[in-house]
């Protein structure tokens, strides 16, 4: 095999939680990217290219499916966190704090004023029409809020690192990818409307389950994203980048190890789960679901991987067919530093 080309493990072979999809994602698909479209975050040709990503389909693969509005607000998070994504990757630490801090106020204040920031606007609309949707549920709009806060702060120390061309040992590395890569924040919103008690949230062992969950969906993310992270010069903060620097390892080698972590990580999950206590039948009942959802959200992210055109173009179901990959040459991505900065003044 030459030097640009790898198999990739199928890190999930042992999860048991299969691909489903909502059925409702075509009537919401198109309000969901015109709705992005008019916040006029990208140019027009960046927004094709972001279009094409299908976030919409992620949010049928991950979230609630109670109802088209409850899919609309899941596109909604997904949209908003991958040109979240996009515009904090091309900012420095002082214009990410800038961003993360017009979101964050956003979600706190709920405020009815439209903000003259795109992304922050992005966000006020969204979470205003979350609430709409799923009611007052304090103790998952608050944990929402706080594990969005600490997202925010690691994209902000994820920005320090790519500016000091820092590149983290693999328990560094776990540490701060745990936050980045969003994962909390999506389970503790696809938890509102479940009424789960504060108590339920801190518990040790509803934590190492979420920990494990969201470990589960960083690596697979960083499998699937490494050829396009290359390609744009982001693969310092990728655990594939850590696990070859720290243990000496080629791609493919790093791949493998990589394999061996989800396995271990699938084992402590189902321990975890099995030790969970009784809080009485209506919370376990939800905290049943919540647990749902967790494995439909690290099944789907896997899925979607193949399915969007974001990391493989239209070649994603023969490389779930045949595992292998070639590196793609250098790529950009949908938004330049100039129309950042542009963005948020």
């Known amino acids: 095999m030459s030097a640009q080309q790898y ?14 999809s ?15 479209m008019s916040l006029g975050l990208f140019e027009p040709a960046q927004f094709k290219k972001f279009r094409a990503c299908d976030f919409n389909l992620l949010a049928s693969f991950i979230g609630p499916l109670e109802s088209k509005e409850h899919l609309r607000v899941a596109c909604d998070l997904m949209n908003f966190y991958f040109a979240f ?22 979600f706190k204040t709920r405020s009815a004023e439209p903000s003259s920031s795109k992304i922050t606007e992005m966000a006020r609309q969204f979470f205003r029409r979350t609430v709409d949707v799923v009611g ?8 929402f809020i706080t594990d969005f806060d600490t997202y925010t702060t690691a994209v902000i120390q994820e920005a320090d690192d790519r500016a000091e061309g820092t590149i983290r040992n693999v328990a560094d590395y776990f540490t701060l990818r745990r936050e980045t890569c969003g994962a909390k924040p999506s389970f503790s919103f696809f ?20 920990e494990c969950a969201t470990d589960l969906i ?14 744009r010069g982001l693969d310092g903060h990728n655990v594939v980048t850590s696990i070859m620097y720290e243990h000496q390892l080629d791609l493919q080698g790093a791949l493998y190890w990589l394999a061996g972590y989800a396995e271990d990580t699938i084992a402590k ?12 039948r209506a919370v376990d009942l939800s905290v049943q679901e919540f647990v749902d959802r967790l494995g439909r959200c690290v099944r789907g992210y896997d899925a979607w991987s193949y399915e969007t055109n974001r990391y493989y173009g239209n070649c994603g179901v023969q490389i779930r067919q045949t595992r292998r990959i070639t590196l793609p040459g250098n790529d950009s991505g949908y938004i330049t530093k100039k129309e950042m900065g542009v963005s948020i003044a």
């Open 22 to 36: 909502n059925s409702m994602l075509d009537e919401v698909r198109d309000e969901a990217n015109e709705w992005v």
């Open 191 to 210: 938890a509102l409307g479940l009424n789960m008690p504060t108590e339920v949230f801190e518990h040790p062992l509803i934590m190492s389950t979420v």
């Open 136 to 143: 007052e549920d304090s103790p998952a709009i608050n944990q």
């Open 85 to 106: 994504d996009e515009y904090t990757d091309v900012a420095s630490r002082e214009e990410a704090m800038k961003i993360a801090q017009g979101v964050m106020d956003a």
């Open 218 to 231: 960083a690596i697979v993310n960083d499998m699937h994203s490494y050829g396009l992270e290359r390609a």
């Open 269 to 280: 999950f189902f321990s975890e789960k099995e030790r969970l206590p009784s809080w009485g």
């Open 7 to 20: 198999i990739i493990p199928d890190l999930l072979a042992n999860w048991p939680w299969q691909r489903v």
